[in-house]
């Protein structure tokens, strides 16, 4: 029997998706949605999940509940979109996401006895290759799974999956000394298209010296993407200190007088911290 908890929660998605309908509506609908397709969607999708991930890391309710709805509509209007055309229904979405759960947790819903986490790790993977037809015979290869992480992950967490799968089998560099030695190398050849060639190599110049970095972070036993979401942060809060510094607008300072209110922010935070320690 349904509670009424489970009741009220197919009523606010059915609720959610006939406004998300309404909103698709050739006739009456909203011209920014019409306009929409899932391409278009794509960056809204992964600023909705980020967004909803540092909801949760600061653990405050209300965002992560405000959040996850948003995440949720992107689901809903692709869904829509698609169905529009025939492609698919949310219904299908559902249904397979379902499927898979209970293909994939035979210890849950099936017979098979399973003990740690360990256990079920290695299980659902077996499930998993066989789902995608591969045998012990013939595994996929390291660099089938390095071309997925480069096409479905954000492109600094992709860096450090491809540069750990790599050093796993011995792909390495001997000792941290030689990933600075790249490092000087990639930065000399980057200095070299800035002045004498196209964009194009420019910016792969810059990526070579990026993923190198990635490699000295790993190295160092640091997290690359913790360590610039770090710094983004402080520049934000250094930013906020210099505009509330600031009797008029930024952009009639001199650099001079903007790197002086930056020292100053910067002092200031840094003895906010020190007496919060």
Same mark, same amino acid.
């Given at each position: 029997?349904?509670?009424?908890?489970?009741?009220?929660?197919?009523?606010?998605?059915?609720?959610?998706?006939?406004?998300?309908?309404?909103?698709?509506? /050739?006739?009456?609908?909203?011209?920014?949605?019409?306009?929409?397709?899932?391409?278009?969607?794509?960056?809204?999708?992964?600023?909705?999940?980020?967004?909803?991930?540092?909801?949760?890391?600061?653990?405050?309710?209300?965002?992560?509940?405000?959040?996850?709805?948003?995440?949720?509509?992107?689901?809903?209007?692709?869904?829509?979109? =698609?169905?529009?055309?025939?492609?698919?229904? !949310?219904?299908?979405?559902?249904?397979?996401?379902?499927?898979?759960?209970?293909?994939?947790?035979?210890?849950?819903?099936?017979?098979?006895?399973?003990?740690?986490?360990?256990?079920?790790?290695?299980?659902?993977?077996?499930?998993? =290759?066989?789902?995608?037809?591969?045998?012990?015979?013939?595994?996929?290869?390291?660099?089938?799974?390095?071309?997925?992480? =480069?096409?479905?992950?954000?492109?600094?967490?992709?860096?450090?999956?491809?540069?750990?799968?790599?050093?796993?089998?011995?792909?390495?560099?001997?000792?941290?000394?030689?990933?600075?030695?790249?490092?000087?190398?990639?930065?000399?050849?980057?200095?070299?298209?800035?002045?004498?060639?196209?964009?194009?190599?420019?910016?792969?110049? !810059?990526?070579?010296?990026?993923?190198?970095?990635?490699? !000295?972070?790993?190295?160092?036993?640091?997290?690359?993407?913790?360590?610039?979401?770090?710094?983004?942060?402080?520049?934000?809060?250094?930013?906020?200190?210099?505009?509330?510094?600031?009797?008029?607008?930024?952009?009639?300072?001199? /650099?001079?007088?903007?790197?002086?209110?930056?020292?100053?922010?910067?002092?200031?935070?840094?003895?906010?911290?020190?007496?919060?320690?």
């Amino acid at each position: 029997m349904m509670s009424d908890s489970e009741s009220r929660s197919l009523t606010a998605i059915q609720e959610l998706i006939e406004v998300v309908a309404k909103l698709r509506d /050739p006739d009456s609908g909203c011209p920014w949605d019409l306009a929409q397709t899932p391409q278009t969607l794509i960056p809204h999708i992964i600023e909705e999940a980020y967004e909803t991930a540092d909801a949760i890391r600061q653990g405050e309710k209300s965002a992560i509940v405000e959040e996850l709805g948003d995440l949720l509509l992107q689901v809903v209007l692709q869904a829509q979109i =698609a169905s529009e055309s025939s492609q698919f229904t !949310l219904a299908e979405i559902a249904d397979g996401i379902t499927e898979k759960l209970i293909r994939r947790h035979p210890h849950v819903f099936g017979d098979v006895e399973i003990n740690s986490v360990e256990e079920v790790n290695e299980n659902w993977e077996k499930i998993k =290759a066989a789902e995608k037809g591969i045998t012990t015979e013939k595994p996929p290869t390291l660099a089938s799974k390095m071309s997925r992480y =480069a096409s479905t992950l954000p492109p600094i967490a992709a860096g450090i999956k491809i540069s750990q799968k790599a050093a796993e089998v011995n792909f390495d560099w001997e000792s941290v000394d030689g990933v600075w030695d790249k490092f000087h190398e990639e930065m000399a050849e980057f200095e070299h298209a800035l002045k004498h060639e196209d964009k194009a190599a420019q910016e792969s110049e !810059l990526g070579d010296i990026m993923f190198v970095l990635i490699q !000295l972070a790993r190295w160092y036993g640091l997290d690359a993407s913790s360590a610039l979401q770090g710094t983004n942060q402080r520049f934000v809060q250094r930013f906020a200190l210099v505009e509330a510094k600031c009797d008029r607008p930024l952009s009639d300072c001199s /650099p001079e007088e903007l790197d002086e209110l930056w020292n100053q922010a910067k002092a200031m935070l840094a003895k906010q911290k020190g007496d919060r320690q």
